[in-house]
């Protein structure tokens, strides 16, 4: 009888220690949003596959401008970051179920987005630019497109906002074929997005042309978050404010397009 009662006994004592420590994450007051901003490693998603925001370089390396502002705030924050590639087309899937804990892909924000997730401060900034050879001296605004050859990609955004300005719209594949008609004379502009036209100009060297006019409608964009990630959100734009204030991420804008696109 006493040998049961001291097996009872041990066993009671057994269940309360494991109940005790089953609840230690509540008794700290401690939440799921609070676990994941104290994780050691951040899981990151991202395309691999989208110059010069996250693609491989010639050596294989993952870089590009998100993940090199990624990797340095994960930096300053004292966590590793493990990046997880996906095609775009399954991406916020992936952060719905949880397999990231953001989104770093260039994710422009609007109210569709809004409604459903959180995003940190920008890092990003973009616009509609007109260009155009670099001896031009007739066109410096979007009025001033009336009338002109303009070379767009059929389905894009850019080619109705020329459209919609009176040029004359000349068919292309891309942005590439775009300046090659404006440096042949066969075309007198382009709308375009600024960060590709800034990539374009920096990776070709190309001094033939020229950015004229920007327009004010600015597009921003932001690492992407599950809603209920307030502490992970407020660490990340911590170290996002931090690095704007000591130079670093004017830094690594310039590193990549040439000049700072990650202010106004």
Excluded at 8 to 36: E, P, V
Aim: charged share 30%.
């Amino acid at each position: 009888m006493k040998k049961l009662y001291l097996s009872l006994l041990a066993a009671t004592l057994l269940f309360l220690l494991a109940a005790c420590g089953g609840n230690q994450d509540n008794a700290n007051g401690k939440t799921d949003s609070q676990d994941a901003a104290e994780k050691e490693v951040l899981k990151v998603g991202t395309e691999g596959t989208y110059a010069p925001f996250t693609f491989h370089n010639e050596e294989g390396e993952l870089t590009g401008y998100d993940v090199e502002v990624i990797k340095e705030v994960a930096k300053r924050m004292g966590v590793e970051v493990e990046f997880m590639e996906t095609q775009w087309d399954s991406m916020f899937a992936g952060l719905n179920s949880n397999r990231f804990d953001l989104i770093a892909n260039q994710v422009g924000i609007n109210e569709e987005r809004l409604a459903n997730y959180d995003f940190s401060n920008p890092y990003t900034y973009s616009s509609s630019v007109i260009v155009t050879k670099a001896d031009n001296n007739d066109i410096n605004t979007f009025e001033e497109l009336k009338g002109k050859k303009s070379a767009q990609s059929l389905t894009s955004n850019y080619g109705a906002i020329a459209e919609e300005n009176g040029a004359e719209i000349v068919g292309v594949e891309g942005l590439a074929q775009s300046i090659e008609l404006i440096k042949q004379g066969r075309a007198e502009v382009t709308v375009n997005d600024k960060l590709a036209v800034l990539d374009y100009m920096k990776t070709q060297n190309d001094k033939n042309v020229k950015i004229v006019a920007e327009s004010d409608d600015v597009s921003e964009m932001a690492f992407t978050f599950n809603k209920g990630n307030e502490e992970l959100i407020e660490k990340v734009n911590k170290q996002l404010e931090a690095m704007k204030e000591d130079g670093t991420l004017t830094k690594i804008s310039e590193e990549w397009f040439g000049e700072d696109v990650s202010a106004k």
